[in-house]
């Protein structure tokens, strides 16, 4: 069995670069979030998917930032021209569907992606 | 307004001794609570939930949480601590908004 896996670990880029990031949840979640934790905090909410769907995002998430789950199952999320204030871990993570219609809100984390913005 | 409170930045308990950490939210509501720990450079792990019913939930590595209505808490606690237990750790409510909310944290550290 393996668990929600994120790739890179580990990107360090330049001000004004676009970075990308991939996670792949496991398999059988059809629930994708994705969360941002800069040092120090806790995570903050950036968006989810249900599916291929993309039901919510943060005001966070500005038009720089844009993430795709296109068939429902790994997910990406691009920051476009970077910025130092972007450098973070973003974090992966994903969960059962609600049943009947209530979400238990169990999240299953990745390792994260830290970014460094220079 | 939905908010959850860890009020204690920093925490330093003796390997053996008990431990402690506070949790509390505001909302009109009993909302789903989780327990995560975050070892450095890892990633989240569930240590325990609440959804209703008995409110002295057990997770895992012996780690237990009490909820309280009337104090609107949700305090982890754990009988003896380990040198491996040094972590973040960090409550997070469901408001009913179909995400977790996570408190600022607190970050654990043993001495031997």
């Known amino acids: 069995d393996t668990g929600v896996s994120q790739d890179p670990r580990h990107k360090i880029t330049k001000r004004g670069q676009n970075v990308t990031f991939r996670c792949d949840p496991i398999s059988e979640h059809n629930r994708l979030y994705w969360y941002r934790q800069t040092l120090g905090q806790g995570p903050e909410f950036l968006t989810y998917f249900q599916n291929e769907a993309q039901l919510e995002k943060s005001r966070l998430l500005s038009d720089r930032f844009s993430a795709e789950r296109p068939k429902g199952s790994f997910s990406t999320l691009e920051i476009q021209r970077t910025e130092q204030g972007d450098s973070a871990m973003y974090l992966c993570a994903s969960s059962e569907p609600p049943d009947r219609g209530l979400w238990a809100g169990e999240l299953f984390f990745g390792e994260g992606s830290r970014l460094t913005v220079l | 307004a939905q908010s959850v409170t860890q009020p204690d930045i920093h925490i330093t308990v003796s390997e053996g001794a008990s431990l402690e950490l506070r949790c509390n939210y505001s909302?009109?509501?009993?909302?789903?609570l989780f327990w995560y720990v975050q070892s450095p450079g890892q990633g989240l792990q569930l240590l325990l939930k609440y959804f209703s019913g008995d409110t002295l939930v057990q997770g895992i590595k012996g780690f237990e949480a009490e909820f309280k209505r009337s104090q609107s808490s949700f305090n982890l606690r754990k009988p003896s601590v380990h040198w491996s237990d040094a972590a973040e750790y960090f409550c997070?409510?469901?408001?009913?908004?179909?995400?977790?909310?996570f408190g600022t944290g607190t970050r654990l550290t043993i001495i031997p």
């Open positions: 997070a409510p469901h408001f009913g908004n179909e995400k977790l909310t």
């Open positions: 909302y009109g509501a009993t909302p789903y």
